[in-house]
């Protein structure tokens, strides 16, 4: 009898009985921020809409910007913005549609976005929203790992790692005590092949349509903040037509 409870715990110390022990753990952080966020129903409406205003990084100066913006799933965005370049006012359009990307200015005709840049766009969006809707985490697809916990500063956070195939790993943070999102972390390969490290934090949360939204989000692409914004009118919504995100 002896012998088997050693032979047990042995076998439970192996390799891979701790990765299935920190997977268990990881599993456990996500289940605890989803029901946080509100619970895996409210957290499947596949849609959000709203209204942002903030500064970006823009041709290498910052500027001032309002948005409107629609997101639907993990890779459908129409981003609407004005902003401020070299004292002249210029509207701006993007649209993600699954594997394809446009750019507007002002009401000119669009241009389809190269692959080489549509690529890191889709990843970053994904990562966002991954973070705010969570529940895509538990599918088969997702390994997830536990980070432990570490301190943002003076918030304590606690981690899991998300690796699918095709995708860059995603760190993601929650508020220990709260349970809810505060940080993304990933590396984005940009146009040339440079791999580039960018941060997203979440704050502000804000109960809708039973469901918590983060309000303020900061981008930093390499330790620099490139976006920073405030978001509002925020609406929950049923699934959208995909026309919704066509060609601008």
């Not at 966020?37 to 959000?48: D, E, T, V």
């Not at 210029?90 to 993600?96: D, E, N």
């Not at 508020?175 to 993304?184: E, F, N, Q, V, Y």
């Not at 704050?203 to 914004?229: G, H, P, S, W």
Request: with cysteine; glycine share 6%; charged share 30%.
């Amino acid at each position: 009898m002896q012998r088997l409870v050693t032979l047990l715990c042995c076998v439970a110390l192996t390799p891979l009985g701790l990765a299935e022990e920190d997977a268990r753990s990881a599993r456990a952080i996500l289940d605890r921020a989803i029901e946080a966020m509100g619970g895996a129903k409210a957290l499947s409406k596949p849609a959000l809409s709203g209204s942002s205003r903030g500064t970006l990084e823009a041709v290498g100066n910052r500027s001032n910007v309002t948005n409107e913006w629609t997101v639907q799933g993990l890779d459908q965005l129409k981003w609407s913005s004005e902003l401020t370049l070299n004292d002249n006012l210029v509207s701006i359009v993007v649209v993600l549609n699954k594997n394809q990307a446009w750019i507007q200015g002002n009401n000119n005709p669009s241009n389809e976005i190269d692959k080489e840049q549509t690529r890191p766009l889709q990843q970053g969006f994904a990562a966002l929203r991954l973070a705010e809707s969570l529940v895509p985490l538990t599918e088969k697809e997702w390994t997830l790992s536990s980070l432990g916990e570490i301190k943002f500063d003076t918030v304590t956070a606690i981690g899991i790692k998300a690796v699918k195939k095709g995708l860059p790993e995603l760190d993601l943070y929650f508020d220990k005590k709260t349970h809810l999102p505060i940080r993304a972390e990933m590396r984005l390969t940009e146009q040339g092949g440079k791999d580039v490290p960018y941060v997203a934090k979440f704050a502000n949360y804000k109960k809708i349509d039973e469901r918590q939204c983060f309000t303020r989000l900061t981008v930093l692409r390499e330790d620099k903040i490139v976006l920073e914004m405030e978001r509002s009118d925020i609406k929950v919504l049923d699934r959208l037509d995909d026309d919704t995100f066509a060609k601008p």
